[in-house]
Structure formats: C-alpha cells, structure tokens
Nanobody, 121 residues
Framework: QVQLVESGGGLVQAGGSLRLSCAAS????????MGWFRQAPGKGREFVAA????????NYADSVKGRFTISRDKAKNTVYLQMNSLKPEDTAVYYC??????????????WGQGTQVTVSS
C-alpha cells in the first residue's frame, strides 16, 4: 500500500510559480502511475496531470498545458508538479493520486490529503 503526502502549496501572485511535491511511502511506488487533481471552492475535483509508472508518458488538462509540468523521481519516491505562469483560476486544493495506470487514475486510486494553492490577482 502506498501513502501520499503533498507539500509545496502556498500563496503566490499571478504570473508566479510554485512546485508541488508528493512524497510516497511504500516499496511499490515505482509500479504506480501518479497524478495531480485539484478542487476549487464550490467546484468538483478535476484532473490536472498524470505520469506513467515509467515516467515516459505524461498527459495534461487543456487548461494547464504549456504551463504545468509533471515529473517523478523514483529514487526519492516523489512526484512533482511544476506550475508556471499561475493564474487566479488555478486557485484550488491540489491532490496527489496513485493508481495502476494513467487510465485507471481517472476513475480510482489512492489520494493524498491535499495542499492549498492560492493565486492572487
């Protein structure tokens, strides 16, 4: 079983950058696809980005393409979300998720506790 702990959230001005980290415990981290989702106030949780177990395949929501980058470091059991050119509409609680594949991650998996990102205008 994998446990996930997010960090790196905070308050940033529009146009700024943040890097979120998700540290995973458990020896099987490298077998999981990993992803980031977010939930803004009053809205449902939405997909942001995912990366395959190998790190060789990534996919992104249209709203973050070209601004966000997902990556993973298997040696550190950590997945990252580099967020650049942040906009006020990126304000949300960001959640890390683990699942068997990048397809499964859209429907099932293990969640972290979330980290708040607030972008001021």
């Amino acid at each position: 079983q994998v446990q996930l702990v997010e960090s790196g959230g905070g308050l940033v001005q529009a146009g700024g950058s943040l890097r979120l980290s998700c540290a995973a415990s458990g020896r099987t981290f490298s077998r999981y696809a990993m992803g980031w989702f977010r939930q803004a106030p009053g809205k449902g949780r939405e997909f942001v980005a995912a990366i395959s177990w190998s790190g060789g395949s990534t996919n992104y929501a249209d709203s973050v393409k070209g601004r966000f980058t997902i990556s993973r470091d298997k040696a550190k059991n950590t997945v990252y979300l580099q967020m650049n050119s942040l906009k006020p509409e990126d304000t949300a609680v960001y959640y890390c998720k683990a699942a068997a594949t990048s397809v499964d991650i859209m429907y099932e998996g293990l969640w972290g506790q979330g980290t708040q990102v607030t972008v001021s205008s």
